[in-house]
Structures are given as C-alpha cells and as structure tokens.
C-alpha cells in the first residue's frame, strides 16, 4: 500500500512560522514523524511539499495509478483553489484533508476549504499528529475497515 503526503505553501517553514499556531516541530520532524508511523503501519509513502498551486495539482495527478491514497494539507490554497480540489475529483482517491492548526477558530477566510469537498475526512487542530492520524484512516479504508 502507498501514501502520498502533499503539503502546500509555507508549510516548509514549521518551526519558525508562527509557533503559537504552528508549533516549534520543523518540517523535516514532521517528515521524520510521517515516514516513522509509515513503518509501523507497514505502508509506503511518498511526501512532497511545494509552495505552488501547479505543482499540488501535478502531485495530486501523480498519484493516479502509483498511490492508493492522499493526505493532503494544501495550505492557504485550501481556501481558493478549485484546481487543487478538480484535481483530487479526477483521480478518484480517498483522501484526508489535514490541518496542524484549528481553523475553524481562526479567521473567518479561513473558514472555507474547497478539498473539503473531495474528502472523506478532515483533520483540524491536532498538530502535526493530525498526519499520522490521517494515515490510519486512509489504512483502515483502504483495508475496508472505515466507510467514505
């Protein structure tokens, strides 16, 4: 079984951006967290990070065929991007929208999540351990054990 673990912009810069959102973990934690539970649940992943929509859209594309499911925090393009969210429509996977901070109590433009209409679940508020909670649900789908 694949993963494919997108993130989109500034999601780079954990550690140093806002940490009283974000947290003091760095990327390469969260990487390091990611692939970590990957091993435990017996499951390859693949994670990408980039700060252009295009590139989200072509990643998301990529895992049509090579991937069995997405994880996906697409960032500030969670709130405008149609691409994105055409994207995940056309490839069909299950997918787990994921947020390390809780936005539905943050600004109100945050309040709109256009991936959210292509995923089955979505993840808010639990920091970058919303990640491997995302890739157990995925698992647990992906084996038949959690319905979309």
């Known amino acids: ?32 967290k990611i692939e970590a539970h990957a091993k435990i649940l017996g499951v390859e992943v693949t994670c990408l990070q980039s700060n252009h929509e295009g590139d989200l859209v072509d990643f998301i594309q990529s895992a049509y065929g090579t991937h069995d499911g997405i994880v996906i925090n697409p960032g500030a393009y969670t709130h405008t991007s149609i691409a994105i969210l055409d994207a995940a429509k056309s490839v069909s996977l299950p997918l787990v929208e994921v947020h390390i901070s809780k936005v539905e109590e943050r600004e109100d433009f945050r309040q709109v999540s256009y991936i959210r209409l292509a995923a089955m679940k979505t993840i808010t508020g639990h920091g970058t351990d919303g990640y491997p909670e995302a890739m157990d649900l995925l698992v647990a789908h992906l084996k038949g054990g959690v319905p979309s």
């Open 1 to 32: 079984m694949k993963l494919m673990v997108i993130n989109g912009p500034n999601l780079n810069m954990l550690g140093i951006r806002e940490p009283a959102h974000y947290g003091r973990e760095t990327y390469q934690d969260l990487i390091a």
